[in-house]
């Protein structure tokens, strides 16, 4: 069974197949959050009413570790360089092409069942 966070996440490519001509060509930034780790924690235990912690390790101290983390580069690549215009260009999408993009707490309140099966209990 897909999560409906799937198939809703496909609605702009879903449109895109179902409208070929108004989407050729076009280059589609899907970003229309752009979320500290401090801030999806916080998210996260706004909608599951659970426990979530941030721990931030260096790379040296993952490396020393032998774990990695998804995301870690990306993070760290978003401290030092401006992001702030993936959001002006998502909301600029949502309007020329009028696909309301969901929030990552929207997502997750929907989908609280399935989040709950991922987050261990108290």
């Given at each position: 069974?897909?999560?409906?966070?799937?198939?809703?996440?496909?609605?702009?490519?879903?449109a895109?197949?179902?409208?070929?001509?108004?989407?050729?060509?076009?280059?589609?930034?899907?970003?229309?959050?752009?979320?500290?780790?401090?801030?999806?924690?916080?998210?996260?235990?706004?909608?599951?009413?659970?426990?979530?912690?941030?721990?931030?390790?260096?790379?040296?101290?993952?490396?020393?570790?032998?774990i990695?983390?998804?995301?870690?580069?990306?993070?760290?690549?978003?401290?030092?360089?401006?992001?702030?215009?993936?959001?002006?260009v998502?909301?600029?999408?949502?309007?020329?092409?009028?696909?309301?993009?969901?929030?990552?707490?929207?997502?997750?309140?929907?989908?609280?069942a399935l989040?709950?099966?991922?987050?261990?209990?108290?």
């Open positions: 069974m897909v999560p409906e966070s799937l198939t809703r996440m496909q609605t702009t490519s879903g895109a197949f179902q409208d070929p001509t108004k989407f050729a060509g076009q280059e589609i930034d899907l970003g229309n959050e752009l979320l500290t780790f401090e801030e999806v924690r916080d998210i996260l235990i706004k909608v599951s009413g659970r426990d979530v912690r941030v721990v931030k390790r260096t790379p040296e101290e993952l490396k020393e570790m032998g990695s983390v998804f995301g870690q580069a990306f993070q760290l690549m978003a401290n030092i360089k401006d992001l702030s215009w993936t959001t002006a998502a909301k600029a999408v949502q309007d020329k092409f009028e696909i309301p993009f969901t929030s990552l707490e929207e997502v997750l309140q929907r989908d609280r989040l709950l099966e991922c987050l261990p209990a108290r």
